[in-house]
């Protein structure tokens, strides 16, 4: 577990009030207990201060306190982290980003965008609507998660089945290393000359540097669109469909699964008329030219019936705003508010497959349901393997804590063991670090330490986060709770 926080030195305070001025600065306890922990609500620890610089130059002038007075510094966007990567492990300096919300500059014509690391997601989307272009990745968080955090995390989302992930959309990055200098990595232009230090960067958890700006690059809008609603009897059914749409050559925007128990908590929550009965939904979406877009349609009609599925709905649009396609979408991005209401604790898993493995994943979780005695729901990305299992318990039942856990592991392990991965875009943070040696070979993550060591040497910078060495690995004592994915 995470050490207890202690009271920040006086001089420290200080130093921090001068250089932020008060409204800066949180330093009391009744302040401070807001930020013990972000999205993974299980691991909890106090920071001793929490600061809000608004400019990379105070950004500068914090690490370099921190530096001054031996204390370890962690970055936070909006704390919609689902793997403990803004725990303040052992205290220090939480630096939050969320005052730095620029956007500095949109550019349609060469396709890009600058903005500091605590836009929201979204406010990007709207800045950019009737410009023609958009920024691809929409974590189901995009209302509350931040650009910066979406670096962190290379956090993906529904639509980046075919546009990509974060790092696929990630042009360059201002950071503030942990020696306090300010650094530009990469640029406006897409293809940068040497070694890719923006890929090593994103996905970083934030434990090479704080950034403070993102170039990212801006996807043109599609003509038109369909989004297709397609019912199965069993979830079954519907991960063979998925694997016959890639298999016939179309690359779907996204291709979204909802079992059964995740339809009810939906229905239940938002009444969008979906089917009760069936076992498994797909909302299946396809961009592009309109000449294209029926034929496309019908081919993946075609497909679903052959693994005995219909089409519930079929909508087609010119924009994102068309309501019934809103509608569908809010269905999915809130489903994970909307099973609070079916049980009264429950964890998230985070875990990748290869396509083709998900029958055999989704069987192997029926099994760890039965064994463990714990219901499992499903609302994940079907269409690039990206799982996310929700398991239910009730965490005032230790009993029921213990078989959760269980069940979690299990299933993990089993991602690995089919040359999967234990995270597709949450990361590592605190939770799975000790799942890191399943997943790499020693000789990997000492390379890996290595080039921590050398970004981050005096370990200061969000320190006992995602590299399992000394005493990085926290003992999980329990499963979080809250995960949209």
């Given at each position: ?21 008060a ?14 922990c972000?999205g ?21 002038g ?12 962690v ?9 403990g990567?803004t ?6 300096v ?6 730095m ?18 836009v ?26 931040t ?19 974060t790092?696929?959309?990630v ?39 704080i ?28 991960v ?11 690359v ?29 939904v797909?909302i299946?979406?396809v ?5 294209a ?9 075609e497909?679903?019936?052959a693994?005995?599925?219909?089409i519930d ?8 705003e ?15 508010g909307?099973i609070?209401?079916?049980t ?6 985070d ?24 219901r ?6 079907a ?25 979690s ?8 063991r ?68």
């Open positions: 577990m995470a050490t207890t926080s202690t009271t920040a030195a006086p001089s420290l305070v200080d130093d921090l009030t001068a250089l932020l001025g409204e800066g600065v949180l330093h009391r306890h009744d302040e401070l207990v807001v930020y013990e972000d993974y609500v299980i691991e909890k620890n106090v920071p001793d201060v929490v600061v809000f610089p608004t400019s990379t130059e105070e950004v500068v914090v690490v370099k306190l921190c530096n001054r007075h031996d204390v370890p510094f970055p936070r966007g909006a704390g919609t982290s689902l793997a990567g725990l303040p492990v052992g205290g220090g939480m630096i939050s980003l969320t005052r919300k620029r956007i500095v500059e949109v550019n349609a014509r060469d396709r890009y965008a600058i903005v500091e690391a605590g929201v997601n979204v406010w990007l989307t709207r800045a950019l609507a009737g410009t023609g272009v958009h920024f691809a990745p929409d974590p189901s968080s995009q209302t509350a998660c650009i910066g955090g979406n670096v962190a995390t290379n956090a993906g989302g529904p639509h980046t089945l075919k546009y990509g992930v790092i696929n959309h042009r360059g990055v201002e950071l503030v290393t942990p020696e306090g200098e300010v650094v530009q990595i990469g640029g406006v232009v897409a293809d940068q000359p040497g070694l890719d230090l923006t890929g090593l960067l994103v996905g970083s958890e934030g434990t090479f540097g950034v403070t700006k993102v170039t990212v690059g801006l996807s043109r809008d599609p003509e038109a669109g369909r989004t297709l609603l397609a019912v199965f009897p069993t979830v079954e059914d519907s063979e469909a998925v694997s016959g749409i890639v298999a016939a050559g179309i779907p925007a996204a291709l979204e699964m909802i079992d059964n128990i995740m339809i009810r908590a939906v229905e239940a929550a938002y009444n969008l008329g979906f089917p009760l009965d069936s076992g498994a797909l299946i979406e961009d592009g030219v309109e000449a877009m029926d034929r496309e349609a019908e081919a993946i009609a497909i679903v019936a693994h005995r599925g219909a709905k079929a909508i087609a649009w010119r924009t994102r068309v309501p019934e396609y809103k509608a569908i979408w809010k269905a999915r991005k809130m489903a994970f909307a609070g209401r079916v009264p604790t429950f964890c998230t898993q875990g990748v497959v290869p396509r083709t493995a998900l029958p055999h994943i989704l069987r192997f979780m029926e099994g760890v349901s039965e064994r463990c005695g714990v499992i729901a499903n609302v994940f990305h269409g690039d393997g990206n799982l996310h299992p929700i398991i239910m318990f009730d965490e005032q039942d230790p009993g029921q804590v213990k078989r959760a856990l269980q069940a592991h299990e299933i993990l392990d089993e991602c690995i089919l040359g999967g991965s234990v995270t597709g875009e949450h990361g590592i943070g605190v939770e799975k670090i000790g799942m890191m040696p399943k997943l790499f070979s020693p000789d990997d993550l000492a390379a890996m330490t290595a080039v921590h060591d050398a970004l981050n040497p005096d370990g200061r910078c969000s320190p006992h986060k995602k590299i399992p060495v000394g005493g990085h690995c926290i003992e999980r004592t329990s499963p979080g709770r809250r995960a949209p994915a």
